[in-house]
């Protein structure tokens, strides 16, 4: 086997619309640098995203490349597992190796409700008092949906064609609803009640969806009480048609529980050429003389609750709405947001790698950057990889992390990173046997073992100069003090230097050393001498 293929994880989870990382390992077994092709399979096209498809990995080492998963967040982005393959294939021999893994999609779920028509009416001659109601399933799961109709006063009952119903993800329904007034007067005025229906999941009972109608109660004589007295009628008909009707106010929050400092959508409808002020229970006076139809934001900063009601002006006429309670929640506290560490895995870093920074955040931390740049860093995560461009110009260069909390308080930690730019090379070994010669012993033998080069140059000061191979021995005759400099030169020209200086030590000439088994002569090496290792006599090998 030339190379293997491992993932860092079998299971991936994630959430629709956010970008969740998997680590791909390829370990090159064989004896000559390789590149690799990566691909996904068995995986939506748009849910995936490979940034370097190509890699290249040199003998014996151990690369490792990103995958990124981010399905949309929609409702075809169903909950559940999805089985994929990551295929690698070797652009040299053309072998193909696999990796199998699970996406798993985390659920979500989200319902949204519409009432139509917004209004209706009621009287003891016409009705019009059926609304639909459009219940929408926004999530990835299915829901069993709960209807309930309410108003403030409990006034209504309500009837539902279907009371329960199944939405799958992405799916839409439309039920009835018949709103009827629970009591019925032979006199009175017309009044407008605001109602909710609450659409509420049987599975997860915190998903809800509400909505908000209106309905008019009108009301009539009856002729019994005409007949009684006739010319009374008339001349309150008469005073009728000429008298000035008072007008008809109606108001309805979005909301009716809410956390204390959030916003509330007020709306409201009256009569025509009607003035409407909002007024709070305590006198407060939200809005002065706004049209007969509107929209108010309402800042929520009581507490506990809050009552609100329209008062509708014309002709000098005054009407007060139903009042709205909102129900009000303390806000939940937020601790500050705090990293508790942040390292770099190296400190000094070549241009064209990359380094880790290794981080740690509290629990409060819920999103987070890397800067410059302001990256996005997985909270869930505790270390991101941080590659330097190629064109990176060396120098000291700052990172900073900002992490912030749901309330987008945020708090800021930095690192400095040392960019350098050497040679990839390195020379493991250059050495002589000796560093000093005299006249009748000047042979020294050189040494060297280089690693990571393109090409090794060596040469003296007299002015030789060989190309040599990565690792080799030479023997040289030194008849002067003489610097040799062994040269490793990367791919990318950049030179490692290293040099050795031979001593030359010059003495009067002298008798050579007997060599008949006796004494030797007065002109041997004096004990002492410094040597390295190898041989000491002379040789032409390297000459």
């Not at 590149?35 to 940034?51: L, M, S, Y």
């Not at 995560?381 to 000291?396: F, H, K, M, N």
């Not at 393109?454 to 023997?475: D, H, W």
């Not at 005759?477 to 200086?501: C, N, S, V, W, Y």
Request: hydrophobic share 35%.
């Amino acid at each position: 086997m030339s190379f293997s293929v491992l993932l860092s994880q079998d299971v991936v989870p994630v959430e629709a619309g956010t970008t969740t990382p998997l680590s791909i390992s390829i370990t090159n077994r064989g004896a000559e640098s390789d590149r690799f092709e990566i691909e996904i399979e068995g995986i939506d096209t748009v849910w995936k995203a490979i940034p370097v498809p190509e890699i290249e990995v040199r003998p014996g080492e151990t690369a490792e490349e990103k995958a990124f998963f981010k399905p949309p967040r929609e409702s075809e982005s169903l909950a559940g597992h999805y089985p994929f393959v990551v295929k690698v294939r070797s652009l040299g021999t053309g072998e193909t190796r696999q990796a199998q893994g699970i996406l798993e999609i985390k659920p979500f779920h989200t319902l949204s409700m519409e009432v139509n028509p917004r209004k209706g009416y009621v009287s003891p001659t016409t009705k019009r008092n059926v609304f639909e109601l459009s219940v929408m399933n926004l999530g990835n799961t299915p829901h069993t949906v709960q209807l309930v109709g309410s108003d403030p006063e409990d006034a209504c009952a309500y009837e539902f064609s279907d009371e329960r119903i199944q939405l799958g993800p992405g799916q839409t329904k439309t039920v009835s609803v018949e709103v009827k007034p629970r009591k019925t007067n032979v006199i009175a005025q017309s009044r407008l009640i605001g109602f909710s229906v609450t659409a509420r999941s049987v599975e997860h009972g915190s998903v809800s969806a509400v909505t908000q109608g209106q309905l008019e109660q009108r009301s009539l004589l009856t002729p019994g009480s005409l007949a009684a007295i006739v010319i009374a009628a008339l001349l309150a008909f008469l005073w009728f048609i000429n008298m000035p009707k008072p007008p008809a106010v109606g108001l309805r929050a979005d909301l009716l529980q809410v956390t204390r400092g959030d916003e509330v959508k007020l709306s409201w409808e009256s009569s025509e050429r009607s003035r409407v002020n909002l007024i709070l229970e305590d006198g407060t006076v939200l809005l002065e003389n706004g049209n007969p139809e509107g929209v108010f934001t309402f800042k929520v900063e009581q507490k506990d609750s809050v009552t609100i009601f329209a008062q509708a002006k014309r002709d000098n006429m005054t009407t007060k709405s139903d009042p709205v309670t909102i129900k009000i929640a303390e806000p939940e506290v937020v601790p500050e947001p705090q990293i508790l560490s942040l390292k770099a895995s190296a400190t000094r870093v070549r241009v064209g790698s990359s380094f880790f920074l290794n981080y740690k955040f509290s629990s409060a931390v819920v999103s987070a950057t890397l800067g410059p740049g302001n990256k996005d860093i997985d909270t869930t995560l505790s270390r991101v990889e941080v590659a330097i461009p190629t064109d990176t110009v060396p120098g000291p260069y700052t990172y900073e992390i900002s992490a912030k909390n749901k309330l987008g308080i945020a708090t800021v930690k930095s690192i400095q990173i040392q960019v350098y730019d050497e040679s990839e090379a390195q020379i493991l070994e250059f050495t002589a046997n000796k560093t000093r010669v005299e006249p009748f012993d000047n042979a020294v033998s050189i040494s060297w073992q280089v690693t990571r080069a393109a090409r090794v140059e060596l040469k003296s000061s007299t002015g030789e100069q060989f190309e040599v191979e990565l690792k080799g021995e030479r023997e040289f005759t030194i008849d002067a003090k003489t610097t040799f400099t062994l040269t490793a030169i990367d791919d990318r020209g950049r030179r490692l230097p290293r040099q050795i200086t031979i001593e030359y030590i010059d003495k009067p000439d002298v008798p050579p050393p007997a060599t008949d088994g006796g004494s030797p002569g007065v002109g041997t090496t004096p004990p002492g001498d410094i040597t390295t290792g190898g041989t000491t006599g002379p040789s032409t090998a390297g000459r």
